[in-house]
């Protein structure tokens, strides 16, 4: 049976899999991790955080019982002390399934105050990807993870997780690792669809073929074209809003234009970036925050529930399995 552990393990390896950037790029960030821990002094050692030794992805962590077996986890897009007090309450209700484990896609505690701005760095090499040059890439993605990192300070970050504490249950948030499976999820998709996604309205068709962006529809909250017209030219794609911690550079799109991007696809997209797409004629597609989220989610826990986990969704978050459990007799003993 799997540990928090072993969960927080697994959403690392994973997310390391399905890293756009390829498994080099992330073994530098380890590297360079591991080299700034051998050349600290003795007494700064202690405060040096050993998950930076093999997590590429500081905006996912645990806190609690590392060792606390899970059978069963309740999970959210965002989870705070209501969902706490919810899963006290379903464990109240239903003493013979009691959830071990609460997770959570965005991150919280420390996974939010220094990870988030951390993981941002990844941009650097997923803009290149898209043909901008990498020092033109550092140089936007470093003035926007200091925004970024500032914009985090002041925050009170350790709600869910005290509350967690006080009832005894362990928190997760599994962030970049869902993003990035999410990403390559779409990407995997526009190669396989080629020459078949000629206009936007193409790529608004492609979503809809995807359970979790029907779901959103459904609940008011589906992909829909930002800017341009369905019968808009693509031109070169851009996935450039999925994973990645948060919101790139607003400057960005003026360097997407000018490098040869025609569209962008996104998950979400504030009015200040909006303004710096439409300018430079750039296509966006917003493909929807709770419905990316979730989908990247979904790719994850199909990995839990293969190891025999049952999945409680709530907060935003829409479960859809794309690996189903075989009704055997011995699942059938453990629910
Ligand atoms: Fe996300
Ligand atoms: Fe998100």
């Given amino acids: 049976m799997m540990t928090v552990e072993h969960?927080?393990?697994?959403?690392?390896?994973?997310?390391?899999?399905?890293?756009?950037?390829?498994?080099?790029?992330?073994?530098?960030?380890?590297?360079?991790?591991?080299?700034?821990?051998?050349?600290?002094?003795?007494?700064?050692?202690?405060?040096?955080?050993?998950?930076?030794?093999?997590?590429?992805?500081?905006?996912?962590?645990?806190?609690?019982?590392?060792?606390?077996?899970v059978r069963r986890v309740i999970v959210?897009?965002?989870?705070?002390?209501?969902?706490?007090?919810?899963?006290?309450?379903?464990?109240?209700?239903?003493?013979?399934?009691?959830?071990?484990?609460i997770m959570s896609h965005h991150p919280l505690g420390k996974a939010l105050t220094q990870g988030l701005s951390d993981v941002m760095r990844l941009q650097v090499e997923l803009l290149h990807l898209f043909g901008i040059p990498l020092n033109i890439a550092e140089s936007l993605t470093k003035k926007r993870l200091d925004e970024v990192s500032k914009n985090t300070q002041a925050g009170n970050y350790f709600g869910t997780i005290d509350a967690a504490a006080l009832l005894g249950y362990p928190v997760m948030c599994v962030h970049t690792p869902a993003d990035n499976m999410v990403a390559r999820f779409i990407f995997d998709l526009i190669k396989k669809k080629g020459k078949r996604l000629t206009t936007v309205g193409d790529i608004m068709d492609m979503f809809m073929e995807i359970p979790e962006y029907q779901i959103a529809m459904e609940r008011g909250n589906g992909p829909y074209i930002l800017i341009g017209d369905p019968e808009n030219y693509t031109g070169k794609i851009a996935v450039t809003?999925?994973?990645?911690?948060?919101?790139?550079?607003?400057?960005?799109?003026?360097?997407?234009?000018h490098f040869g991007i025609g569209t962008v696809i996104g998950m979400h997209l504030s009015p200040k970036n909006e303004e710096e797409a439409r300018k430079h004629h750039i296509n966006v597609f917003i493909a929807g925050h709770m419905s990316s989220d979730s989908l990247?989610?979904?790719?994850?826990?199909?990995?839990?529930?293969?190891?025999?986990?049952?999945?409680?969704?709530?907060?935003?978050?829409?479960r859809v399995s794309r690996f189903r459990k075989p009704k055997t007799k011995s699942s059938k003993r453990r629910s």
């Fill in 7 to 69: 969960i927080y393990k697994l959403a690392i390896k994973l997310g390391v899999q399905n890293d756009i950037r390829g498994r080099a790029a992330v073994e530098r960030t380890l590297a360079k991790a591991r080299k700034h821990h051998e050349e600290l002094p003795a007494k700064k050692k202690k405060h040096f955080d050993a998950d930076r030794l093999f997590n590429p992805y500081m905006d996912t962590r645990f806190f609690g019982d590392r060792n606390k077996r």
């Fill in 76 to 101: 959210g897009i965002d989870m705070d002390s209501s969902e706490v007090m919810l899963t006290h309450e379903l464990n109240r209700m239903f003493p013979k399934k009691p959830i071990d484990l």
């Fill in 241 to 257: 809003e999925i994973t990645g911690g948060t919101e790139g550079s607003k400057d960005m799109y003026e360097k997407l234009a």
């Fill in 296 to 318: 990247g989610m979904n790719l994850f826990l199909d990995e839990l529930e293969k190891r025999g986990i049952d999945i409680v969704p709530t907060s935003g978050f829409t």
